[in-house]
């Protein structure tokens, strides 16, 4: 306790140094800490599955068809299941949503359809009962379900008694087999129930690739290992399905392989870089702040020479004198990495408070154990390294000199300059670099906010409804429906257009099949071209604002037969017919069915950004919704689609009038996802907007540091140059000439710091190429205009000790002195 006598007695003698050291550090390390509880929440921390080092995301990839990463067929799955050595186990997934009915109000759930073998993959028992099991995927099983604790406890009351009984899935009842436990959240943590995959291995559809991996590795084998062995699996699918498998010429021409990698990866997803970007960026504010506090330790053991002369006279050894030095500035230290922790605790709860799209693991992130140790540990490093800087420099000064002159000798004023004036080039540096990777970022945004996404998201309202088997059991019921729903949506105050679509544009849903196109017959065995398909209603295109180009769109829906019309996009029709038009042209799906069932061109669209607005449009084929398909009597209507509504003012006081229309027809059917289309264009921006506001708030307070800390050296400077400046003005300086050299010294001070941080950012902002959008690392406006910015910032700060400099009367000033 009496070691802190003389820390207290220190921080009560100058309170606003106090202050202002405790709370630049504070913001510094809060800063750090929050991002690192981010950091390490979503990447460093262990999934929380059993042995998770050895689970693995197993993919597949086609460069013949320029494809990086998609899923399974159910032939892929049983054939790795049955051959596979490295890997113990294989069990694949797909999220959906589920309607739930019955007792309470009718909702759509999220959902995951799964094999049996991705609960023994992942290796969690249930909270109650059990989990899915092979059998349940088998044709004519009876249909089970899983419930996620969240709702077991929210719909079901917590009652076990919910296990065993059966309950309305999707309008078909499901008997509740388990309850998994509450830290249970996968594939994601929204997902509340899971349903059994059914796959009949007398009806394989091997091309279809659209079910999600994971695997666990056996002991000593490597995901490397996996991927070989897996790749020469895949060349065994002809022999060991025949007909049903994919033919030899489309593995060779697709290139057909396999990706295995950590699971982790896949869980973190594409934020990984940004994360690991966003820490650096705050590592050097956390710089910034300590040579903010250098500078000010410096001025204050500069004024302390005379009190650490007399002790050296006393006897203190320059250990002694260096001791104090560091026990105050550790001291210091860990008071700001107390409030530091304080602050990083509101930060990580407000950031999973605003809940940003595209950060996985969100409900982990929090200030824990480890966070207090980073805490700690930047306080004592960050304490030591500017209390070592005072150390150093005034830890040995000379006895005589400093009791004669109070320690304002030339040579000890130089030193101290120099130290200072290095210690603000580097801030101004760092923040160099910060700004010019904000501004950046800024740019990309901001182009992306002026793509044109194909679409006009103002005034439209989407919806998602899902039409169960039992109650629409065939194409005609469901074309039935629409007609009705149409009708009753269109009759509400308020709509000016409404239509249905498979796949909402933006929203990360994409449907793409192989199609033959009559022009450009192939062989069977040739791989046809891939093709992203929307299967739509009429009116869809005026409900979302894409012109129609040529042509005309879609017939009205007639209940009693599907359709053979199709629309392309101008895209699809410049890849197929550069220069001609595509009307009367005809495509399909392609199947190996008889006979083939075309469907002709009637219009050609503008291109749609579908997937993200990162990307170019590509070519796309819009489908009728009652659609006729390859094969006799086949025809595919959508059970699961989007209703959107184009309103005459705002879009989102229309759904309660349209959610009651839709239930006017159908009381029972759950209204999911109900969102504006400006919503959902703004969730295809998240990760480009989440890592541009933190880099700018990284670059606000990095610029506030800087221009502090030049504000703090140049001001001090004059007033340790009072009776120079009155000599001078003694000898005929004009106070315009003072001002004038004060703000030289801060535009020196700047522009060093400017020459070198240039150089830094060149090099330090090509890692962020992946987060730009049409935007280079190197864009010249961006490293042109911030080093203005921040000149100018620098001048400002230098002009207030300028104007002080000026009004200094020469008498005045050399009688003080």
């Given at each position: 306790?009496?070691?802190?006598?003389?820390?207290?007695?220190?921080?009560?003698?100058?309170?606003?140094?106090?202050?202002?050291?405790?709370?630049?550090?504070?913001?510094?390390?809060g800063?750090?800490?929050?991002?690192?509880?981010?950091?390490?929440?979503?990447?460093?921390?262990?999934?929380?599955?059993?042995?998770?080092?050895?689970?693995?995301?197993?993919?597949h990839?086609a460069?013949?068809?320029?494809?990086?990463?998609?899923?399974?067929?159910d032939?892929?799955?049983?054939l790795?299941?049955?051959?596979?050595?490295?890997?113990?186990?294989?069990?694949?997934?797909?999220?959906?949503?589920?309607?739930?009915?019955?007792s309470?109000e009718?909702?759509?759930?999220?959902?995951?359809?799964?094999?049996?073998?991705?609960?023994?993959?992942?290796?969690?028992?249930?909270?109650?009962?059990?989990?899915?099991?092979?059998?349940?995927?088998?044709?004519?099983?009876?249909?089970?379900v899983?419930?996620?604790?969240g709702?077991?406890?929210?719909?079901?009351?917590?009652?076990?008694?919910?296990?065993?009984?059966?309950?309305?899935?999707?309008?078909?009842?499901?008997?509740?087999?388990?309850?998994?436990?509450?830290?249970?959240?996968f594939?994601?943590?929204?997902?509340?129930?899971?349903?059994?995959?059914?796959?009949?291995?007398?009806?394989?559809?091997?091309?279809?690739?659209?079910?999600?991996?994971?695997?666990?590795?056996?002991?000593?084998?490597?995901?490397?290992?996996?991927?070989?062995?897996?790749?020469?699996?895949?060349?065994?699918?002809?022999?060991?399905?025949?007909?049903?498998?994919?033919?030899?010429?489309?593995?060779?021409?697709?290139?057909?392989?396999?990706?295995?990698?950590?699971?982790?990866?896949?869980?973190?997803?594409?934020?990984?870089?940004v994360?690991?970007?966003?820490?650096?960026?705050?590592?050097?504010?956390?710089?910034?702040?300590?040579?903010?506090?250098?500078?000010?330790?410096?001025?204050?053991?500069?004024?302390?020479t005379?009190?650490?002369?007399?002790?050296?006279?006393?006897?203190?050894?320059?250990?002694?004198?260096?001791?104090?030095?560091?026990?105050?500035?550790?001291?210091?230290?860990?008071?700001?990495?107390?409030?530091?922790?304080?602050?990083?605790?509101?930060?990580?709860?407000?950031l999973?408070?605003?809940?940003?799209?595209?950060?996985?693991?969100?409900?982990?992130?929090?200030?824990?154990?480890?966070?207090?140790?980073?805490?700690?540990?930047?306080?004592?490093?960050?304490?030591?390294?500017?209390?070592a800087?005072?150390?150093?420099r005034?830890?040995?000064?000379?006895?005589?000199?400093?009791?004669?002159?109070?320690?304002?000798?030339?040579?000890?004023?130089?030193?101290?300059?120099?130290?200072?004036?290095?210690?603000?080039?580097a801030?101004t540096?760092?923040?160099?670099?910060?700004?010019?990777?904000?501004?950046?970022?800024?740019?990309?945004?901001?182009?992306?906010?002026?793509?044109?996404?194909?679409?006009?998201p103002?005034?439209?309202?989407?919806?998602?409804?899902?039409?169960?088997?039992?109650?629409?059991?065939?194409?005609?019921?469901?074309?039935r429906?629409?007609?009705?729903?149409?009708?009753?949506?269109?009759?509400?105050?308020?709509?000016?257009?409404?239509?249905?679509v498979?796949?909402?544009?933006?929203?990360?849903?994409?449907?793409?099949?192989?199609?033959?196109?009559?022009?450009?017959?192939?062989?069977?065995?040739?791989?046809?071209?891939?093709?992203?398909?929307?299967?739509?209603?009429?009116?869809?295109?005026?409900?979302?604002?894409?012109?129609?180009?040529?042509?005309?769109?879609?017939?009205?829906i007639?209940?009693?037969?599907?359709?053979?019309?199709?629309?392309v996009?101008?895209?699809?029709a410049?890849?197929?017919?550069?220069?001609?038009s595509?009307?009367?042209?005809?495509?399909?799906?392609r199947?190996?069915s008889?006979?083939?069932?075309?469907?002709?061109?009637?219009?050609?669209?503008?291109?749609?950004?579908?997937?993200r607005?990162?990307?170019?449009?590509?070519?796309?084929?819009?489908?009728?919704?009652?659609?006729?398909?390859?094969?006799?009597?086949?025809?595919?209507?959508?059970?699961?689609?989007?209703?959107?509504?184009?309103?005459?003012?705002?879009?989102?006081?229309?759904?309660?009038?349209?959610?009651?229309?839709?239930?006017?027809?159908?009381?029972?059917?759950?209204?999911?996802q109900?969102?504006?289309?400006?919503?959902?264009?703004?969730?295809?921006?998240?990760?480009?907007?989440?890592?541009?506001?933190?880099?700018?708030?990284?670059s606000?307070?990095?610029?506030?540091?800087?221009?502090?800390?030049?504000?703090?050296?140049?001001?001090y400077?004059?007033?340790?140059?009072?009776r120079?400046?009155?000599?001078?003005?003694?000898?005929?300086?004009?106070?315009?000439?003072?001002?004038?050299?004060?703000?030289?010294?801060?535009?020196?001070?700047?522009?060093?710091?400017?020459?070198?941080?240039?150089?830094?950012?060149?090099?330090?902002?090509?890692?962020?190429?992946?987060?730009?959008?049409?935007?280079?690392?190197?864009?010249?406006?961006?490293?042109a205009?911030?080093?203005?910015?921040?000149?100018?910032?620098?001048?400002?700060?230098?002009?207030?000790?300028?104007?002080r400099?000026?009004?200094?009367?020469?008498?005045?000033?050399?009688?003080?002195?």
């Amino acid at each position: 306790m009496l070691s802190l006598l003389p820390l207290l007695r220190s921080m009560r003698r100058d309170v606003r140094f106090t202050l202002l050291s405790v709370v630049t550090l504070a913001v510094g390390i809060g800063a750090n800490v929050a991002i690192f509880s981010v950091v390490d929440a979503v990447l460093l921390r262990a999934l929380p599955f059993p042995e998770p080092e050895r689970l693995v995301g197993v993919w597949h990839t086609a460069p013949g068809l320029d494809l990086d990463k998609f899923g399974h067929s159910d032939a892929s799955y049983l054939l790795y299941r049955k051959y596979s050595r490295t890997l113990s186990g294989l069990g694949l997934f797909v999220q959906a949503s589920a309607s739930l009915t019955g007792s309470g109000e009718p909702e759509r759930v999220p959902a995951a359809r799964a094999t049996g073998s991705l609960f023994e993959v992942l290796r969690v028992p249930p909270a109650l009962g059990r989990t899915l099991a092979e059998g349940d995927g088998r044709p004519g099983a009876e249909p089970v379900v899983v419930l996620s604790h969240g709702l077991f406890r929210r719909r079901f009351g917590g009652d076990p008694r919910v296990v065993g009984s059966t309950i309305p899935v999707d309008g078909r009842a499901h008997r509740v087999v388990g309850v998994m436990p509450e830290r249970f959240r996968f594939p994601s943590p929204e997902t509340e129930l899971w349903l059994p995959i059914t796959i009949d291995p007398a009806k394989l559809n091997a091309g279809a690739f659209s079910m999600s991996g994971v695997g666990r590795l056996r002991p000593g084998a490597s995901p490397e290992a996996a991927a070989r062995e897996l790749s020469a699996l895949v060349w065994r699918m002809p022999e060991e399905f025949g007909e049903r498998g994919l033919r030899r010429a489309m593995i060779e021409s697709a290139r057909l392989a396999v990706l295995v990698h950590p699971q982790r990866e896949d869980v973190v997803g594409e934020i990984a870089e940004v994360l690991w970007i966003l820490l650096g960026s705050v590592g050097f504010i956390l710089l910034i702040a300590c040579a903010n506090v250098a500078n000010l330790f410096l001025v204050r053991a500069e004024g302390r020479t005379r009190e650490v002369a007399v002790r050296a006279a006393l006897g203190a050894s320059r250990w002694d004198v260096a001791r104090a030095f560091l026990g105050e500035s550790v001291g210091l230290a860990l008071v700001a990495g107390a409030a530091g922790l304080a602050l990083a605790w509101a930060g990580t709860r407000a950031l999973v408070a605003l809940r940003p799209e595209g950060i996985p693991r969100l409900e982990e992130i929090g200030v824990d154990a480890r966070a207090a140790a980073v805490a700690l540990a930047l306080a004592i490093v960050s304490g030591l390294a500017f209390g070592a800087v005072a150390a150093l420099r005034y830890g040995a000064h000379e006895v005589v000199p400093a009791l004669k002159e109070g320690g304002r000798s030339a040579s000890a004023g130089r030193a101290s300059r120099r130290g200072r004036n290095l210690l603000v080039v580097a801030q101004t540096v760092l923040a160099l670099v910060l700004l010019i990777g904000s501004g950046l970022m800024v740019k990309s945004f901001w182009k992306l906010r002026r793509v044109d996404p194909g679409i006009d998201p103002a005034g439209v309202l989407a919806l998602h409804l899902s039409l169960p088997e039992a109650t629409y059991p065939d194409g005609g019921a469901l074309a039935r429906f629409v007609v009705a729903l149409r009708e009753r949506v269109a009759a509400v105050p308020g709509v000016v257009a409404v239509a249905t679509v498979s796949e909402l544009p933006l929203s990360g849903q994409v449907s793409a099949s192989g199609h033959s196109i009559e022009d450009f017959p192939q062989p069977r065995e040739a791989l046809p071209p891939i093709l992203p398909t929307r299967q739509v209603s009429p009116g869809y295109f005026e409900a979302m604002g894409i012109p129609l180009l040529e042509g005309r769109t879609l017939s009205p829906i007639d209940p009693s037969r599907p359709s053979d019309e199709a629309v392309v996009s101008s895209t699809l029709a410049e890849r197929f017919w550069p220069g001609k038009s595509p009307l009367g042209k005809r495509l399909t799906l392609r199947s190996d069915s008889e006979p083939v069932r075309w469907s002709t061109i009637v219009g050609v669209v503008g291109p749609v950004r579908e997937e993200r607005l990162e990307e170019a449009p590509g070519p796309t084929v819009y489908y009728p919704l009652r659609r006729v398909a390859s094969g006799t009597d086949s025809e595919t209507v959508p059970r699961n689609f989007t209703l959107v509504v184009r309103a005459a003012t705002d879009p989102a006081a229309l759904s309660g009038p349209v959610r009651d229309a839709i239930w006017a027809i159908d009381d029972d059917l759950p209204v999911a996802q109900v969102r504006t289309m400006e919503e959902v264009v703004a969730r295809s921006m998240a990760r480009t907007s989440f890592a541009m506001l933190l880099l700018v708030i990284a670059s606000a307070v990095a610029l506030l540091l800087g221009s502090v800390g030049i504000y703090g050296v140049i001001s001090y400077a004059v007033s340790r140059r009072t009776r120079e400046i009155g000599v001078r003005m003694a000898l005929g300086a004009r106070r315009g000439d003072i001002a004038r050299m004060v703000l030289g010294e801060g535009a020196v001070l700047a522009l060093a710091g400017v020459a070198l941080g240039l150089g830094s950012a060149f090099a330090l902002t090509r890692l962020m190429s992946a987060l730009l959008f049409e935007v280079s690392p190197t864009d010249p406006p961006t490293f042109a205009a911030v080093p203005v910015l921040l000149t100018a910032v620098a001048l400002f700060a230098s002009y207030l000790p300028a104007q002080r400099a000026a009004a200094v009367e020469p008498l005045e000033a050399i009688r003080t002195e």
